[in-house]
């Protein structure tokens, strides 16, 4: 216990964290506020925090051997990560990266049956479960929040919106939506622009939700899905949108995707890939993460997917990157999640409940101080293939004005709670 009191010592300094250990014993760590208390039933934990506190934090919330007396998980691990995000946290997460960073390309050799697996293992999860934290169109990427005092869903619907723009779509194009989930960013689009959209997922029961939508807002004649992995699609689109999806290519395969996108594309062609980033440079996929919620997934810098778009001879054309807006949309999501915790817990048990709210306050832990940010990176075969300046996507925006009514209130019957307003930092 001392050793690891001396390890969170060297961790914590803004904020209180008090530690009551299995023997009872009360160790103070760090000053003032906020202030949050954990307590280690299993004498087991502690060794393994120290080994490999990555793994075993997660693992020692999920098995009840780690509990918050006050406060909740994210309190803690709000703590932790805004004094890990500082100057002296850091060090120590550069050492252990570039240990992890020189097995990764092994780790996320992704041929076609793995990434298959990879995806049934997070995204053919039970329906009800996605139905208690997202948003009714289930948008499970990075919203857009205009202002703090958007809804979930009003920040979706400009993430939607926001993408359309940067697609420069009009009618009668081919769109290929890679990575399409339950299907509601190609609807949207084949309802906004009049286009044709194909969209692709790995996700059986993704897949057969998606038909269903298609088919019961009548756009099944201009939107299709498939079970299919992006390697295997052929033709020709004027317009890609891959959402949240880059993050399983896998670190050796980023060549192999952008070549693939600049075969798929026609000439006048542009793409959008909106996808997690890291702001600290190269670095390797969180242990617990990898092993219980997206074996195979990387978050990547934009110094490792920037030399796969050149080497694929594809132009760079716009680039964004999205700060707060994921830390507030896993906000949302963990809000709801633990508000409808009881229907989760009809289907799973204790031990995944709480896997999966450590999962959603870890990841908006990370978004909030951790380094982790979202990209849009928008791609064309031609350097010609955008505008001059970025005024077209404020116009096309205010063109399609988004009306309130429509997206407010939650279409389904889970409880949501309110917006508590206010970016916390
Ligand atoms: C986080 S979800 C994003 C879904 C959707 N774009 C959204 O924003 O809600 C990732 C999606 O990528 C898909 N995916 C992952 N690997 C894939 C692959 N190799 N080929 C096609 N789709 C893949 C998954 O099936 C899933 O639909």
């Known amino acids: 216990m001392l050793l690891l009191r001396k390890m969170l010592g060297q961790i914590i300094h803004d904020g209180r964290l008090t530690v009551i250990a299995p023997n009872g014993g009360i160790h103070h760590i760090g000053n003032g506020t906020p202030s949050i208390t954990i307590r280690i039933v299993d004498p087991a934990v502690i060794p393994r925090l120290l080994l490999n506190p990555d793994l075993a934090l997660g693992e020692a919330y999920m098995d009840g051997a780690l509990l918050v007396d006050d406060g909740d998980i994210y309190g803690f691990l709000d703590i932790c990560f805004s004094n890990i995000g500082s100057s002296s946290g850091q060090g120590v997460r550069r050492a252990r990266a570039s240990l992890s960073r020189l097995v990764r390309r092994f780790v996320q ?43 979930l869903e009003r920040a979706q619907e400009q993430k939607k ?25 190609s609807l949207y689009l084949a309802q906004i622009a009049a286009v044709d959209v194909t ?7 993704q897949h057969a939700y998606s038909e269903r939508r298609a088919a019961e807002t009548g756009l099944g004649d201009r939107v299709r899905f498939l079970l299919k992995d992006y390697r295997q699609e052929e033709g020709r689109y ?36 909106h996808t997690i980033g890291r702001a600290d440079g190269p670095g390797a996929a969180n242990a617990w993460i990898n092993k219980y919620i997206f074996p195979g997934g990387y978050v990547p810098a934009l110094s490792e997917i920037l030399p796969a778009i050149e080497q694929a001879g594809l132009y760079v054309t716009d680039i964004e990157i999205l700060r707060l807006h994921y830390a507030e ?66 116009n096309w925006e205010r063109l399609h004005k988004i009306d309130a009514a429509d997206v407010d209130v939650p279409a389904h019957s889970v409880s949501h709670p309110a917006k508590s307003g206010g970016f916390a930092q």
Not at 119 to 137: C, G, I, P
């Open 109 to 151: 050799h992704n041929p076609i049956p793995v990434a298959r697996a990879n995806v049934a293992h997070h995204y053919d999860l039970s329906d009800t479960l996605y139905e208690q934290f997202l948003d009714a169109d289930r948008q499970y990427s990075c919203a857009y929040y205009n202002s703090s005092d958007d809804t």
């Open 161 to 185: 919106r926001h993408l359309a723009a940067k697609l420069l779509l009009s009618s009668g194009q081919r769109i290929l939506d890679i990575g399409s989930g339950w299907g509601g960013l």
């Open 199 to 205: 969209g692709l997922t790995l996700s059986t029961e």
């Open 238 to 273: 004027d317009r890609i949108v891959s959402v949240g999806m880059f993050e399983h290519v896998g670190v050796g395969h980023y060549r192999e995707y952008f070549k693939k996108v600049r075969s798929l594309l026609t000439n006048d062609g542009v793409a959008m890939i």
């Open 329 to 394: 949309t896993l906000k949302a999501w963990r809000q709801r999640f633990i508000a409808n915790r009881g229907r989760v817990a009809e289907i799973y048990d204790q031990r995944f409940c709480l896997m999966w709210e450590f999962y959603l306050a870890s990841c908006e832990a990370a978004f909030r101080h951790g380094g982790l940010i979202n990209f849009q990176i928008q791609v064309s075969k031609r350097v010609n293939a955008a505008p001059l300046t970025r005024d077209y996507i404020q």
